[in-house]
């Protein structure tokens, strides 16, 4: 079974072209250094709810979308030799500042997950 890595990123409505743009480029690395997939989605019907929910988790202010996103991998042991080379990769290095983010990165959350269930 593969392994994910799973994302949700709280962006601003007025800076969502650019952050799609931004993760158009980060994904061809992904893509380019071994990931079988790499999707990013964006909240379309997401309501705050009585405990949580995906706009509570990020602390969504107006004018902001939440975006639901990840990246699949054939393993976890390819997951960590993917994302090594990644963090390598000239091309991500203007994406590593937080300060070029076209969102608050301190309000994203991600982390990994191995597969249990797939059906087809």
Known sequence: ??????????????????????????????????????????????????????????????????IFAWIRYASREERDRINAKVMEDPRLANMMDPANHPFDSKRMFWGGFREALRLP
């Open 1 to 66: 079974m593969s392994y994910v890595d799973g994302f949700v990123v709280p962006v601003p409505e007025g800076n969502l072209d650019a952050y799609l743009e931004m993760a158009r480029k980060a994904g061809e690395v992904w893509r380019d250094h071994g990931a079988l997939e790499y999707v990013e989605c964006v909240a379309d019907d997401v309501q705050p709810g009585e405990h949580t929910s995906f706009p509570q988790s990020v602390k969504l202010e107006p004018g902001e979308t939440v």
